[in-house]
Structure formats: C-alpha cells, structure tokens
C-alpha cells in the first residue's frame, strides 16, 4: 500500500503532487471507472475547511469522467457524508473516489500533505463515528493533535489552510492536464447530487 508525504512549502511540491496523482488517475481511467473528488469538511471551522475550499476551486476543472462533491456552498460533513457516499456508489457503475480533508498531527509535519492508497477517517479528530471512505486519501496537517481537538481545529491559522488548499488544488488540476488534455472552461461543468446542484452561470 503506497503512501507518499509532501511538504507543501517545498518549490516542486505541486509537480510532485501532480506526478503522484496523474499516475494513479491514468490506471484509474483505462478502466473507464468515474473518479469522484469527495471534499470532506466544513467552513464552519477554520482547521476543517481545508476539503471545501479544494471543492470550491475545483468546481470549474471537473468535467467528463470526474465528479464533484464537497464545496463552500454545499458541504459535505458528518450529517451528511453517509448520504453522500451512498448516492454516489448508486449513481455511479464502480466509482473511484478521492477523498480529500484535513487533519492534525505533530507540529513539525504541519504543513505536510499524505497521499495513501486506502480510505481516509473523516472525523476521527472529533472522535466521530463515521465510516471510512475513499479508494484514495488526500489529506492537508492543519495544525498538532492531541487535546481539545475542536478547539484546535476552531483557532488553526487560515493561511496555513489556504496555502494547503491551493497546493493540492493546483496538483489535482494539473493532474488532470497531464492526463486528459486541455479542455475550455465552457466544456467544464460540475457534477454535484440532485439536492447539492451547483450551476454555473453561463460566464463560466
């Protein structure tokens, strides 16, 4: 089982991301499977916004043969990820899903991005009994675990989440350059469930 550690501050941090994921996608698509980014989290907390403010960029990048869900506007978070994961295992024939969210750990690996072939614990910093998900786990250390996780999550640096964010963004969508070409932002939509419908306007 792989499992790769990137410091987000490094210079080539993006391309290394990128040349990580644009591995995995490619086998995933010979396939023909649909890859689902499922973006865990909530703007209600700092430390746990990490997973929608990926969403929130990469909902003009998805398109044909990847799926959205998890975005500021329409979250995914602990009321609602097991009825999320179940539309998208009926909605779509053997999907690949990418989940994406924040956690804690010590303090010199804040900062650091993991990226493991296995389900990642949505919640388990809050001591949430959720169910794993994902066939690939892409996870941003916010900030150190150890006590009073919630407050930690609530008092975690935005720039520290942003920087995250943007770095994983930014592989995640030259990933998908790297693998299925340029496309125009018109031919781009996102793919959301019936009740978390995001439209674009038509500027977009």
């Not at 990490?50 to 995914?76: A, C, I, Q, S």
């Not at 179940?86 to 779509?92: F, L, M, P």
């Not at 010590?106 to 994902?134: F, R, T, Y």
Request: aromatic share 8%; proline share 3%.
């Amino acid at each position: 089982m792989s499992k790769y550690v990137i410091n987000s501050n490094d210079i080539d941090s993006v391309y290394n991301l990128r040349d990580i994921l644009s591995q995995k996608i490619l086998n995933i698509l010979k396939y023909k499977r649909p890859i689902i980014f499922l973006c865990i989290g909530t703007d209600r907390s700092t430390g746990d916004s990490l997973g929608p403010l990926v969403g929130n960029k990469l909902r003009y990048v998805v398109g044909k043969d990847f799926y959205l869900y998890g975005t500021l506007e329409f979250p995914v978070h602990a009321k609602n990820l097991v009825s999320i994961v179940t539309e998208i295992n009926s909605r779509y024939e053997n999907p690949y899903i990418i989940a994406i969210d924040a956690c804690l750990g010590s303090i010199q690996n804040i900062g650091n991005i993991i990226i493991e072939d296995k389900p990642l614990s949505p919640g388990a910093a809050m001591n949430k009994q959720l169910p794993k998900v994902g066939n690939l786990s892409i996870t941003g250390i916010v900030n150190i675990s150890g006590t009073l996780e919630f407050m930690v999550l609530q008092n975690t640096r935005l720039f520290t989440v942003m920087h995250l964010s943007d770095v994983i963004y930014r592989g995640i969508y030259h990933s998908i350059l790297k693998t299925v070409g340029y496309k125009k932002s018109s031919d781009f939509s996102i793919n959301l469930s019936n009740k978390m419908k995001n439209v674009l306007d038509s500027n977009s």
